[in-house]
């Protein structure tokens, strides 16, 4: 469990329906948080992943090391050493399949092995169509994501899956992994929220977020710039208190903010 929550990134630890765990690694002596995540042991996902990206931690280097979380009881993870073996037709591919989608990328990770490896843990992972998905507009947006990693310093970033919206009852899919038989729910949705700090002497003094809410689907042919959205608007679709550290006096007008064009500009 998290001892630790004014990390800027940190989403609210007030679920009491998720188990909240966060990842380390140790450079020159030193120990550094990599992610945090809540996670839902019923549905066998993290329900948002949460991480400082700088430029640091990212290069052009791969190395897959899937398997468990040894954070987490491996009972209540899936086996994703050799994907899910799941697949279905969509609108463009009659042949699709389910990807392991990572919450938190590789790549924003790939600057540092130890905290790459993390990044292909299970519980990392959901079931995510590839084509039309997981290969197209999110992996897209993930390398937009990087694109706005402020010089010198963090973009803050939180990666969640959600299989139906607050207070609603949406039906749910599921998959079975070949892998140990399995039955695994595929989220609805999948979000990003990005927060970008001004800081003096230390401290806080400006804030600008945005958010991207997508469908789950084969969205061939669309931009992921049209799903832009409010943080405050993930929050009322999530019910998740989001960076909720920064100052209550710039909370209102950073949470609102729906335009990507200004997001990039701050």
Request: glycine share 8%; hydrophobic share 35%.
């Amino acid at each position: 469990p998290l001892s630790k929550t004014g990390w800027l990134e940190l989403s609210a630890l007030d679920d009491p329906d998720l188990e909240y765990y966060s990842h380390s690694f140790k450079m020159n002596g030193m120990t550094y948080r990599n992610y945090s995540f809540g996670w839902s042991q019923k549905d066998r996902v993290a329900l948002w992943v949460a991480y400082p990206l700088c430029a640091d931690h990212t290069s052009s280097g791969r190395e897959e090391t899937w398997g468990y979380d040894p954070h987490v009881p491996k009972l209540s993870q899936t086996n994703v050493n050799k994907g899910y073996g799941a697949t279905e037709p969509t609108a463009n591919y009659p042949n699709n399949f389910y990807a392991r989608g990572h919450q938190i990328p590789n790549a924003d990770r790939s600057g540092v092995p130890d905290m790459m490896a993390q990044t292909y843990y299970s519980t990392n992972m959901t079931p995510q169509i590839q084509n039309g998905f997981n290969g197209s507009i999110w992996a897209k947006l993930e390398e937009a994501v990087r694109m706005e990693i402020p010089h010198g310093d963090t973009l803050y970033v939180v990666t969640g899956a959600v299989f139906e919206k607050y207070g609603t009852d949406e039906k749910v899919k599921t998959i079975v992994n070949k892998n140990d038989s399995k039955t695994l729910p595929v989220p609805n949705y999948y979000w990003k929220a990005l927060m970008k700090v001004k800081r003096a002497e230390g401290k806080v003094t400006d804030a600008s977020t945005i958010g991207f809410w997508l469908p789950h689907g084969d969205l061939k042919g669309h931009s992921y710039a049209d799903y832009a959205v409010s943080v405050d608007q993930i929050e009322e679709w999530t019910g998740f208190n989001l960076f909720p550290s920064i100052p209550d006096v710039l909370e209102p007008s950073a949470e609102s903010q729906i335009s990507w064009i200004s997001f990039q500009s701050f």
